[in-house]
C-alpha cells in the first residue's frame, strides 16, 4: 500500500524560514570570505605570500570550493 503524505503547513513553514536563514547566512559567509581575502591580499608582500597566506588560512579564490569544503 502507498501512503501519501501532505504536508503538514506548520512544517512547510518552518522549512520555508530555514531555507530563508540558510541563503541569508551563506550570503553572509560570502561577504566575510571575500573581506578576508581582500585583507589578506592588501597586506601580503607579493602574489606568492598572498597564495601562502591564503593557504595557511583555508581561503580559496572560489566560493564554490568552499562551500565543498564545509560540506553544503
Given at each position: 500500500?502507498?501512503?501519501a503524505?501532505?504536508?503538514d503547513p506548520q512544517e512547510l513553514e518552518f522549512t520555508g524560514r530555514?531555507?530563508?536563514?540558510k541563503?541569508?547566512?551563506?550570503a553572509r559567509l560570502d561577504q566575510?570570505?571575500?573581506?578576508a581575502?581582500?585583507?589578506v591580499a592588501g597586506?601580503?608582500?607579493?602574489a606568492?605570500?598572498?597564495a601562502e597566506l591564503l593557504a595557511m588560512l583555508g581561503l580559496t579564490g572560489a566560493r564554490g570550493s568552499r562551500d565543498a569544503e564545509i560540506g553544503s
Open positions: 500500500m502507498t501512503w503524505r501532505h504536508g530555514m531555507a530563508g536563514i541563503a541569508e547566512e551563506t566575510q570570505h571575500d573581506r581575502m581582500i585583507t597586506h601580503a608582500a607579493d606568492t605570500d598572498c
